[in-house]
C-alpha cells in the first residue's frame, strides 16, 4: 500500500527531485541560443530590439531597452576604434628605431611563426646573421648619422632578394638577420658570401664601405626562434 501512495507523487519533468531536474535541462538549452549570442559575433542591437518586441513589457521597461539600444552603436564604435589602436600599436612595437624593418622583438614574434609551420612542410629554411663588423668603428669615427646611413645600406642589402629573404630584421646594435629558402645548410652559406660580398661592394656618403661576418642555422621543427638565433650565432664565420 506504501508504494501506490507514493506513486501520484513522482510527475517527472514539472517539479522537484528528477522532475525537476529535466525542467532545469529544458531551461538550459533553451537559454544556449541566447549564451551563444553573448559569446559569438552578434550584433547586440538586435538582441535588444528583439526584447522590445516581448509582449507584456511596461513602458518603463520599453524605455530602458530603447535607451540600451540608442547606446550599443557608440559602444561598438569605441570597441573597434580600441581594436584598431591596440594593432597599430602592435605594429609600433615590432619596428625597428632606425631602419624600415622588424626590431629584435617583431623578428622573434614572426621567426616563431615560422618555425611552428614548419611540420607542415618539407622545407628547411635556414637563418643567417650578419653582423656588420665595421659598424661601431664608423659609429666612432662619424658619428651617430653615418652609423644610421651604414646600418639602412645593410638592411638595404640583406632584404633585397623579396624572393629568398623569407623575413629580416636588425635584431640589435650591428646585427642583422634574414631567414632563406636555399638548398640545405650549404646553400645558405653560399647566400651568406654573396651577401657579404654586395655589402663589401656597398660604401657610404663617406666612401666607407661594409665590412661584414656571417652565421648560419637550419631551422627545425620545434626549436624556438632564441634557440635558432644562438645557434647561428655559434656559427661566425
Request: charged letters at 20%; aromatic letters at 2%.
Amino acid at each position: 500500500m506504501d508504494v501506490n501512495q507514493t506513486l501520484p507523487v513522482q510527475p517527472l519533468g514539472h517539479g522537484g527531485g528528477q522532475g525537476g531536474g529535466g525542467g532545469a535541462t529544458g531551461k538550459k538549452q533553451q537559454e544556449n541560443p541566447d549564451q551563444e549570442q553573448r559569446h559569438g559575433h552578434t550584433d547586440p542591437a538586435i538582441n535588444v530590439s528583439g526584447l522590445l518586441s516581448i509582449d507584456g513589457l511596461t513602458p518603463e521597461a520599453q524605455h530602458a531597452l530603447q535607451r540600451m539600444a540608442a547606446e550599443i552603436d557608440p559602444l561598438r564604435r569605441q570597441v573597434e576604434q580600441a581594436r584598431v589602436a591596440l594593432e597599430e600599436a602592435r605594429v609600433e612595437a615590432y619596428r625597428h628605431g632606425v631602419v624600415p624593418g622588424l626590431n629584435r622583438h617583431g623578428f622573434v614574434h614572426e621567426l616563431e611563426k615560422l618555425i611552428h609551420r614548419l611540420g607542415t612542410t618539407e622545407a628547411r629554411p635556414a637563418l643567417i646573421l650578419v653582423h656588420l663588423v665595421n659598424g661601431d668603428e664608423i659609429r666612432r669615427k662619424q658619428g651617430l648619422g653615418a652609423h644610421n646611413d651604414a646600418l639602412r645600406l645593410a638592411h638595404q642589402i640583406v632584404s633585397a632578394d623579396s624572393q629568398q629573404a623569407l623575413l629580416t630584421s636588425v635584431i640589435g646594435g650591428n646585427d642583422f638577420a634574414m631567414v632563406v629558402l636555399e638548398d640545405g645548410l650549404e646553400g645558405a652559406r653560399r647566400k651568406a658570401e654573396a651577401v657579404v660580398g654586395q655589402l663589401r661592394a656597398t660604401y657610404t656618403a663617406s666612401e666607407q664601405f661594409l665590412q661584414a661576418r656571417t652565421g648560419t642555422a637550419l631551422l627545425e621543427p620545434g626549436m624556438t626562434a632564441e634557440a635558432a638565433i644562438a645557434a647561428a650565432d655559434r656559427d661566425f664565420l
